[in-house]
């Protein structure tokens, strides 16, 4: 009997748990349904309380209503319509408006539903749209010196913010948001996200950014959109036209995996998250999902810091990023708005590398996008952060991050004709005494009051950093020494490598064949303008 009653207990128990799972099932496919057939909202959700809109530009809002409905805007006194289209979506385009720190409302009424609403706490200013993989997306709770940044967030009442969810990633475009992980917000330690888990909300570089900027033009508010997702790679930002413009690279070709899924649902929910984290790169689906809603919206600019998921595709990125920035622009319709980026860190802990350069490779690839206009780089080669509790792929100076991407803003956005507003930039180089006893004088542009040194070391191995190298025509690398030459605008780099040529056929066949600098996964910058600010690599 005792037997008996413990077999039972096993059934029942089994049954419990199949019940339970079939439950579970049963849940997941009604959200999925729920989500099917949700009718889409009256005001798109990327419109809310607190928002900015753009100034000085006309600004559509728009979202959907019943056939033959005609909505109308309402802002002060003044008033704009809009009918429906054939697809449900009304478009109210607001003239220009400038600036101002005095808040408004927005109503919406509908002429034939009972739908209406009043969007509250409205300011006019720059809006900017935040981008990228995880050094985008790290909080402000999680930089150097978190505490102070979240306690000050109460003293820019004008900056507001908006952070996208990453609920959902799409096969197809999506009109509006599926997931939000922060409606527009006033800032305050809370909704900058003190208490909150790292990696949700809010993005630090974007923060600090938009503090930065703040600090120089009090009175202009500033919307900042945090769109943006760890891991993950350009592709999965690039729409099928900017995707068809460039090579894809066979699976092998990465660490990565790029495997597209077509043969998938076509739209993501938070049950396939864990596997979307994994499966980073799947093209266009966060394009789709977080990128298109916003597809009409006027806006300022861009920021974006991303790259790492694509260390080791460095051809298709040299073609891929900056099809995307000119795909981006034309789908948003603002014309050249400027794109400032961001130029990897130093790090070491992302697991193998699939070459042995492909992280320095992949920094030079980045700088194509700096063939089109209105597009800057600001340079976080001298940030590497050996202590980060979240890897070393994951420096928390982000202040200086965004301070350098403000000095951009001056130069695209403002444009106050800033005199050091970028590092250092290599132009051209001469051999004025060739192997074995090198030397070579390097000009540079951007050089504010003249190129400086300053002390830096390697934290690692020696062959994991870099500085200096003169490379040869038998294919040999030599570290080489450096000093500011007249004038202070160029750099002097000397090698002597005598004792290499052992007879004097060696030394009539070798030739100074290239020139490096900070060549390594953690370069160690030592050469900055007077303003501070560091050379870039080359």
């Known amino acids: 009997q005792e037997k008996k009653n413990h077999n039972n207990e096993e059934f029942y128990s089994e049954k419990r748990r199949t019940m339970r799972a079939l439950y579970c099932l049963i849940s997941i496919l009604l959200i999925c349904v729920v989500k099917a057939q949700q009718a889409p909202p009256f005001l798109s959700n990327i419109f809310g309380d607190n928002m900015v809109l753009q100034r000085d530009k006309n600004v559509s809002i728009w979202g959907w209503s019943v056939a033959n409905d005609v909505v109308t805007v309402a802002i002060s006194e003044n008033k704009y319509s809009s009918p429906v289209d054939s697809n449900g979506k009304w478009t109210v385009v607001i003239p220009p408006t400038p600036s101002s720190i005095q808040a408004v409302e927005i109503s919406i009424t509908s002429q034939l539903s009972d739908q209406s609403m009043t969007v509250h706490n409205v300011l006019f200013g720059d809006v900017y749209f935040c981008g990228g993989q995880s050094n985008m997306q790290f909080t402000v709770n999680s930089v150097f010196n978190a505490s102070e940044a979240l306690a000050n967030a109460g003293n820019y009442p004008n900056i507001r913010i908006f952070t996208v969810g990453q609920g959902t990633a799409s096969n197809s475009p999506q009109e509006y948001l599926d997931t939000i992980e922060q409606p527009w917000s006033v800032p305050s330690p809370g909704t900058l996200g003190d208490g909150a888990t790292a990696f949700t909300y809010f993005s630090a570089v974007c923060w600090f950014f938009g503090v930065e900027i703040q600090q120089r033009y009090p009175n202009l508010p500033l919307g900042l959109i945090s769109s943006n997702w760890g891991g993950t790679q350009v592709q999965a930002w690039s729409s099928a036209e900017a995707l068809a413009a460039c090579p894809q ?21 938070d049950e396939k998250i864990g596997q979307i984290k994994q499966e980073a790169g799947m093209n266009g689906i966060l394009y789709n999902a977080m990128t298109y809603p916003y597809f009409g919206i006027a806006l300022t600019g861009f920021l974006w810091y991303q790259a790492e998921a694509n260390v080791g595709q460095t051809e298709l990125y040299k073609c891929l990023f900056p099809a995307m920035i000119s795909d981006w622009r034309a789908s948003f319709g603002q014309g050249d708005v400027p794109f400032l980026f961001v130029q990897l860190a130093p790090y070491t802990t992302d697991g193998p ?158 030739q100074v064949a290239g020139l490096r600098y900070l060549y390594a996964n953690w370069p160690v910058a030592t050469l900055y303008n007077s303003a501070g600010l560091p050379a870039s690599p080359f």
Not at 366 to 394: C, E, K, R, W, Y
Not at 438 to 450: K, P, Q, S, Y
Not at 498 to 510: C, F, L, R
């Open 249 to 269: 690279p066979s699976s092998s070709s990465s660490h990565v995996n790029t495997n597209s899924l077509a043969s998938s649902p076509e739209v993501y929910g």
């Open 353 to 510: 590398l699939p070459f042995p350069y492909s992280l320095p490779d992949m920094r030079l690839a980045q700088t194509t996008g700096l063939m089109l206009p209105n597009v800057g780089m600001a340079s976080a080669i001298d940030l590497g952060d050996t202590g980060s509790p979240f890897t070393d792929i994951h420096p928390r100076n982000k202040q200086t991050v965004s301070a350098r991407l403000a000095l951009l803003a001056d130069k695209y956005v403002y444009k106050t004709n800033p005199v050091n507003w970028q590092g250092p930039i290599y132009v051209a180089s001469s051999v004025s005494s060739d192997y074995p006893n090198v030397e070579i004088l390097v000009n540079f542009i951007n050089t504010a009051d003249g190129l400086v040194f300053q002390e830096a070391s390697c934290p690692f191995n020696a062959t994991e950093c870099a500085w200096w190298e003169v490379g040869l025509t038998d294919g040999t690398w030599h570290n080489a020494t450096a000093a500011i030459a007249s004038g202070s605008v160029a750099v002097t780099i000397t090698v002597d490598l005598s004792s290499t040529a052992t007879n004097n056929n060696v030394k009539a066949s070798v």
